[in-house]
């Protein structure tokens, strides 16, 4: 199906001419760089057809939208007779007077879904702009989401939907390899790109992500080969080498927390000290002083049995019966088994005990503890509506813990 639609988008698109008249209303949608920007703009531009681009994201009022529709089609003096606020009625007054000729244009539109924040006619009117300014105009919009989610609840002209499918492994493949080095080889970036696509292709489908990652760790490949250490067919030896690089970029996948440079500065670091440490967003974050000790507390309660926290806790907590054996669950480090939840009441005793002097059980530390959950750095596991028992989960890792321990 996916095919067959996209089929009909490039011939409906290489049909046209400047004195066809075309649908009304398209909308194109799809993942994030799975093409539908570029391949509109490059078939627009390639059969010369008059055509205004706009950004959602830069039109933050109805006003700039109209102003630039009629600067690109009939130039700065016919947006100039725009009034201050203009409204739809206005737009439609001046583009029927200054479009006598019935020539085909399209109006391209990116990030569409920020027009459900617009006014309630807007989009409507949009979807329909053909037949209130009587004239041969089409409406392009491109979005990541469905039309579902767009159409209002009173009902609006349904537009000619198109969608493109998100890229396989293989047209990754072909497509990152295309932006190769050219002092190497095309098969040894190649051999790259599919030991870049075999981390990331599970995590990341997004091509500007990949191709970031790609041109980011290309010169730690290539560090053996640029020492003579290996050549270019040792691929065993290559890959062993990028290997743990690849898997410590993996926890910066979207979130570009450094730049290029500092990427490299801190992997020569690393060879320095001899250490991987990972890059969290979670390492970054500067917490208060009570933040910090509910965040171990919370860690302790997800990784230690509830019966041990008399053990642990309590200066005065009697004795305790030795076992011979123990459980077959315990056998394993709870490390291992991931962290498990726990109620507040629980929390609050751990960080009462763990916490430096008194501290009076106020509406600050349980609105600390909702900061972490917002921050992610603990995670609700109870429904919103248990308010008597939440029960929570600790997010961060014993890395983490032990630096703000610290």
């Given at each position: 199906m996916y095919y067959v639609l996209f089929t009909y988008w490039c011939n409906y698109l290489i049909s046209l001419t400047p004195h066809q008249y075309c649908y009304p209303s398209i909308f194109i949608y799809g993942h994030r760089a799975s093409g539908k920007s570029h391949f509109s703009f490059l078939h627009l531009l390639f059969l010369q057809l008059p055509h205004a681009t706009l950004s959602c994201v830069e039109c933050v009022s109805v006003a700039l939208l109209f102003e630039q529709v009629l600067r690109s089609f009939f130039g700065c003096d016919v947006a100039s007779l725009l009034p201050r606020s203009p409204s739809l009625t206005d737009f439609v007054r001046i583009y029927r007077q200054q479009s006598p000729a019935r020539q085909t244009r399209y109006i391209v539109m990116e990030k569409a879904e920020l027009l459900r924040d617009a006014d309630a006619?807007?989009?409507?009117?949009?979807?329909?702009?053909?037949?209130?300014?009587?004239?041969?105009?089409?409406?392009?919009?491109?979005?990541?989401?469905?039309?579902?989610?767009?159409?209002?609840?009173?009902?609006?002209?349904?537009?000619?939907?198109?969608?493109?499918?998100?890229?396989?492994?293989?047209?990754?493949?072909?497509?990152?390899?295309?932006?190769?080095h050219p002092s190497y080889s095309a098969e040894l970036y190649s051999f790259y790109v599919s030991i870049l696509l075999g981390v990331f292709y599970s995590v990341c489908r997004d091509l500007r992500e990949l191709r970031h990652l790609a041109a980011l760790n290309f010169s730690k490949f290539c560090e053996?080969?640029?020492?003579?250490?290996?050549?270019?067919?040792?691929?065993?030896?290559?890959?062993?080498?990028?290997?743990?690089?690849?898997?410590?970029?993996?926890?910066?996948?979207?979130?570009?927390?450094?730049?290029?440079?500092?990427?490299?500065?801190?992997?020569?670091?690393?060879?320095?000290?001899?250490?991987?440490?990972?890059?969290?967003?979670?390492?970054?974050?500067?917490?208060?002083?009570?933040?910090?000790?509910?965040?171990i507390a919370a860690y302790l309660a997800s990784y230690n049995p509830a019966r041990t926290d008399k053990r642990f806790f309590l200066k005065?907590?009697?004795?305790?019966?030795?076992?011979?054996?123990?459980?077959?669950?315990?056998?394993?480090?709870?490390?291992?088994?991931?962290?498990?939840?726990?109620?507040?009441?629980?929390?609050?005793?751990?960080?009462?005990?763990?916490?430096?002097?008194?501290?009076?059980?106020?509406?600050?530390?349980?609105?600390?503890?909702?900061?972490?959950?917002?921050?992610?750095?603990?995670?609700?596991?109870?429904?919103?509506?248990?308010?008597?028992?939440?029960?929570?989960?600790?997010?961060v890792s014993l890395e983490f813990i032990c630096n703000i321990s610290r």
């Open positions: 006619n807007l989009l409507p009117a949009l979807l329909r702009l053909q037949e209130l300014v009587e004239d041969n105009v089409t409406v392009i919009l491109l979005s990541e989401i469905v039309w579902d989610t767009f159409r209002p609840n009173t009902g609006c002209f349904e537009p000619l939907l198109l969608h493109f499918p998100d890229y396989s492994k293989v047209e990754l493949q072909q497509i990152l390899s295309q932006d190769r053996p080969l640029a020492e003579g250490k290996v050549k270019e067919t040792d691929t065993h030896k290559l890959w062993k080498n990028i290997e743990p690089h690849l898997k410590k970029a993996m926890q910066t996948v979207y979130l570009r927390e450094v730049s290029s440079l500092q990427w490299e500065q801190m992997q020569q670091m690393e060879e320095e000290t001899g250490a991987l440490k990972g890059l969290s967003a979670h390492t970054h974050v500067e917490l208060p002083f009570y933040s910090k000790f509910l965040l005065h907590h009697g004795k305790i019966k030795k076992t011979n054996f123990l459980k077959k669950n315990e056998k394993t480090t709870n490390h291992l088994l991931g962290p498990k939840p726990f109620p507040l009441d629980r929390l609050l005793a751990i960080f009462y005990s763990v916490v430096d002097g008194r501290v009076a059980p106020t509406a600050s530390i349980f609105s600390q503890i909702s900061s972490l959950v917002t921050l992610q750095l603990l995670a609700q596991v109870s429904h919103d509506d248990q308010l008597d028992s939440p029960k929570y989960k600790c997010a």
